[in-house]
């Protein structure tokens, strides 16, 4: 099994966000979390992709507890096996589109991927924004600017929270058949989404109001 959660609860103070959340999910599949707002559903999001720690329980990554692992440690599987696409792009202001997307190669020390990631970028519709610097996109531009870095590393985990919220139809269209192409790559992919055709494409579904029933 790739990814795992094992009773997996998160408090803050006195507020049980979550509790007890167990999950599997194996190379090539995918899992939607839905639920309402405040439910939890960027907290779980986080907690696998272990940008969170858990209140107790646990997440494993390829059969092995992540919970002994140093911040280094973290931050290296992250960098290695994981891509985030949050809901702020978190984009760079002084760098151009192309060297945003970069970014991860460079944190990696990883080089020779300047042509992936243009072919990324004209994937997603961006191949006229290269040069262009962050406060000079729209929002949904920064979003696929997002997209391409999350993808850069090819990561084995793309974790997604609301990838399609400030695009039109259209792009929202390209994104998702982008996104499922993932797990047809043996790649696992997390989305926190409420738009109900992504949720439908799933292999899993987590619904957090079922679960804070």
Known sequence: MLLQAVNLSRSFGR???????????????SLAITGPSGSGKSTLLSLLGLLLEPTSGEVLFEGKTTRTLSDDQRSRLRNRSFGFIFQNPQLIGSLSVLHNVLVPA?????????????????????????EHLPHQLSVGQKRRVAVARA???EPVVVFADEPTNDLDAERAGQLGELLYQLPGQGRALV????????????????????ARA
């Open 15 to 29: 507020d049980d966000i979550l509790r007890d959340i167990c999950l599997d999910l194996a190379p090539g599949q």
């Open 106 to 130: 460079r944190l990696a020390r990883k080089r020779g991927l300047e042509g992936e990631a243009r072919r990324l970028l004209v994937t997603l519709g961006l191949s006229h924004r290269l």
């Open 151 to 153: 993808l850069l590393l």
């Open 191 to 210: 989305l926190v989404t409420h738009d109900r055709g992504l949720v439908g494409r799933a292999d899993h579904t987590v619904d957090l109001s079922e």
